[in-house]
């Protein structure tokens, strides 16, 4: 069964200090992984889009690669704006269709 | 324009009311969704409208109706609704398939009483 799976469940860090989100699928036909960025009340803010493994893109202290089984969202020397969830999602084959993981509630103390 | 715009931000409506939520996009995309959120919960997708036309509704039920007049805006028309209905939906639209990435809106906060 085509599956994602994202941990930890939330992540409490101090300012500066990196970390990385994991986010682990079993999907037949991977299209591609997305990464979003959801504040509280508000809809998920597209990050990035990976399409094969090896790949990496960067925004701002965000950091995301991809292998074939998982993806990690790395964030280094995060601020309290950065704090958020994390939905990791994929799409498989010419669908329409995301799977979507429960999310990373990320939370960064000043 | 890089946005989708939902209206209205916040909504309270009884059982027996019927409403519509109204969402528009100006960036040419071909597709576009519903979903529905709980909260601590990851967006569940209701319907998809690919070139204006309905390609998938997931189950949904018949009090929830969508619309596409044009290739810029989708309706949400409500009926009857029950409380456990109460959630934010998310409209977002994509250039074709998601492959390259959903434009959320910002969401309607729907509470039914």
């Known amino acids: 069964e085509d599956q994602v799976t994202q941990s930890p469940e939330a992540l409490r860090l101090q300012e500066g200090e990196s970390s990385s989100l994991n986010c682990s699928y079993t999907v037949s036909g991977l299209r591609g992984l997305f990464w979003y960025r959801q504040d509280p009340g508000k809809g998920p803010e597209f990050l990035f889009t990976l399409y094969s493994a090896g790949e990496e893109k960067e925004k701002e202290r965000l950091k995301a690669t991809l292998t074939k089984k998982e993806s990690f969202l790395h964030i280094t020397a995060p601020k309290p704006e950065d704090s958020a969830t994390y939905l990791c999602?994929?799409?498989?084959?010419?669908?329409?269709?995301?799977?979507w993981g429960a999310g990373t509630k990320l939370i960064i103390k000043p | 324009d890089t946005e989708v715009t939902q209206t209205p931000k916040h909504l309270v409506m009884g059982m027996t009311n019927k409403k519509s939520l109204k969402c528009e996009q100006h960036m040419g995309h071909r597709a576009m969704y519903w979903y529905k959120q709980k909260a601590k919960k990851p967006p569940e997708l209701m319907f998809v409208?690919?070139?204006?036309?309905?390609?998938i509704n997931e189950s949904v039920p018949s009090r929830f109706s969508p619309e596409c007049p044009n290739s810029s805006l989708l309706n949400l028309h409500l009926h009857a609704l029950q409380p456990e209905d109460s959630a934010l939906y998310l409209c977002a639209s994509s250039r074709g398939t998601p492959n390259y990435g959903y434009t959320f809106g910002s969401g309607t906060r729907l509470t039914v009483v």
């Open positions: 409208y690919s070139y204006e036309k309905l390609s």
């Open positions: 999602a994929v799409s498989r084959d010419s669908n329409y269709q995301l799977i």
